[in-house]
């Protein structure tokens, strides 16, 4: 057995040990593979003054500067791909393949972005329209001191999409990353040290949502909060701060809907379905969920797609074969499981296939689940309407584009969507309808980081991207001179 971590908290650019640690347990051998420091409201103040102190010299430091400390921290990353990868892959049971083809990369991409963006200006100047000799133009500050949080499910790939913005535009931060993986946060602060990012700017706090991610949201001296999970807890925030002047980015949980027409290549459409489904075993907030199949190629497409999930390889995540690993944690597995025991109760018709490797059945260790598939589900069904955030798919028939387009956007959700259709003049039509932040058509998962990021009704407030996360972590201001 590999020996403990233990994962102390980075303040003021120094790592600080806590009096408790909660266990982190590796999903695929169910051990303990670090210990992460369970911080207390005084580890959180701690982290917030170092903020506060950093925040006059960063704020001020010159662009060129930032960007150099932006584009070294992605050299180093790069430079530390492989083991990045690894510990990701440990911590949160995605398979290897993933963590360093995409979710890794996007890492340093996300430094890479804004240390490029910072080097735009969308500031105004101009005269005014009327009044002779008078000018106007706008300045941005940057806002102060952030907190980040960050969920488990893409653990770098998400909180670097929160520092890298905060810290280019002059913010310093307090990061919380999830209690569940927190492992590479933690070589994240030691990057930080080796490119010299001046001590305060980044601090990490570590533990629990409710002790140290509550302290930190309610502190009076934080600006603005960046915040990435559950919608539970996002409307939580948004009641926490509701008192306080403090502005919110809340990037929150989906229900995603694909919509396949009679009209598609299903050759070209089925591999990336399959991967909308189940990709980090359907643990990606832009997993489809929900399946509206139209009736002309329904029974084709169910039959081809529990074909395909047939062979859809489960197990250790180390194997280049693997497609789906364990899901991140005993507490979620018995959620996730709970809602197929519901769709069994209900009388609806369940799937669980897949292929499981030898050794993984062998050991019979890890959180391990098979993806499956759930048949004509009745709309209001929770297996319809809550996130269930695991390699679960409902799949319905539909008739009509009318019909099917009611029916998807009569959900609280409305974070992203697909549509599948080889008619143009209807994907236009209906990307306008789709009640979300991003549609998807004929494919799934392609970002372009300049494109806004969020989501609407329950799925969030607020975009990120580059400009919509210099509002985040700036305030634009009106400066008017009269000559
Ligand atoms: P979660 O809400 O349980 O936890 C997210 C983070 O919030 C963790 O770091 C947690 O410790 C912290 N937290 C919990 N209670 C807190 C409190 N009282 N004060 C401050 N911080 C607190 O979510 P999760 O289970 O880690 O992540 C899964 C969820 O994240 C899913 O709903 C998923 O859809 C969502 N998600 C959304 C996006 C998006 O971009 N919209 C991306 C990834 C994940």
């Not at 081809?304 to 489960?314: D, G, M, R, S, W």
Request: proline share 5%; charged share 20%; net charge neutral.
């Amino acid at each position: 057995m590999a020996s403990i971590q233990r994962i102390n908290n980075f303040i003021n650019g120094q790592f600080v040990s806590t009096e408790d640690y909660l266990k982190s347990f590796n999903p695929t051998t169910e051990e303990v593979i670090a210990h992460i420091a369970d911080s207390s409201a005084e580890d959180a103040e701690r982290a917030v003054q170092a903020a506060r102190q950093a925040f006059p010299s960063w704020s001020h430091e010159t662009i060129t500067k930032r960007v150099y400390y932006l584009n070294r921290i992605a050299d180093l990353i790069q430079a530390r791909l492989e083991d990045f990868a690894r510990a990701e892959s440990l911590d949160q049971g995605k398979p290897l393949w993933l963590a360093r083809t995409m979710e890794i990369p996007r890492a340093i991409d996300n430094f890479r972005f804004f240390a490029t963006a910072l080097m735009q200006s969308r500031e105004i100047f101009t005269p005014h329209p009327t009044i002779p000799n008078v000018i106007s133009y706008t300045v941005r500050n940057p806002i102060g001191v952030a907190v980040l949080i960050s969920p488990w499910n893409l653990p770098l790939y998400l909180l670097t999409w929160k520092i890298a913005p905060c810290i280019a535009f002059g913010c310093t931060c307090v990061c919380k990353p999830s209690e569940f993986t927190s492992v590479t946060a933690g070589m994240l602060a030691q990057v930080f040290i080796d490119v010299g990012l001046p001590p305060g700017v980044v601090n990490f706090i570590f533990g629990v949502g409710p002790r140290a991610g509550q302290a930190l949201i309610t502190h009076p001296d934080v600006n603005v909060i960046s915040f990435t999970g559950s919608t539970l807890t996002g409307y939580h925030i948004k009641k926490a701060t509701s008192h306080l002047p403090i502005k919110l980015s809340l990037e929150m949980g989906g229900k995603n809907a694909g919509i396949i027409f009679n009209d598609v290549d299903l050759t070209k459409c089925l591999p990336v379905l399959l991967r909308s489904c189940f990709q980090n075993s359907g643990q990606i907030c832009l997993c489809t969920s929900r399946l509206y199949v139209q009736r002309g190629i329904y029974d084709e497409l169910v039959k081809k797609f529990i074909a395909e999930v047939k062979n859809l390889k489960v197990g250790d995540p180390f194997d280049d074969n693997t497609k789906m690993g364990p899901v991140v944690s005993k507490e979620h597995q018995n959620k996730i499981e709970k809602y197929i025991e519901l769709a069994r109760q209900s009388g609806y018709e369940v799937i669980s296939t897949g292929e499981m490797d030898e050794n993984t059945k062998k050991t019979n260790k890890g959180y391990f689940m098979m993806p499956t598939i759930i048949l004509n589900v009745d709309d209001n069904s929770k297996l319809m309407t809550d996130e269930i955030f695991g390699p679960v798919v409902c799949i319905v028939p539909f008739d009509t584009e009318d019909e099917v387009m009611k029916r998807v956007n009569n959900i609280q959700y409305g974070l992203c969507g697909c549509i599948w259709t080889e008619n143009i003049g209807r994907a236009h039509r209906l990307a306008t309808q789709m009640e979300c932040g991003t549609v998807w058509i004929n494919c799934w998962m392609i970002r372009d980081l300049r494109m806004p990021f969020g989501g609407i009704k329950d799925s969030g407030i607020g975009r990120e991207g580059y400009p919509y996360s210099e509002d985040v972590f700036t305030e634009i201001k009106t400066v008017c001179i009269n000559t």
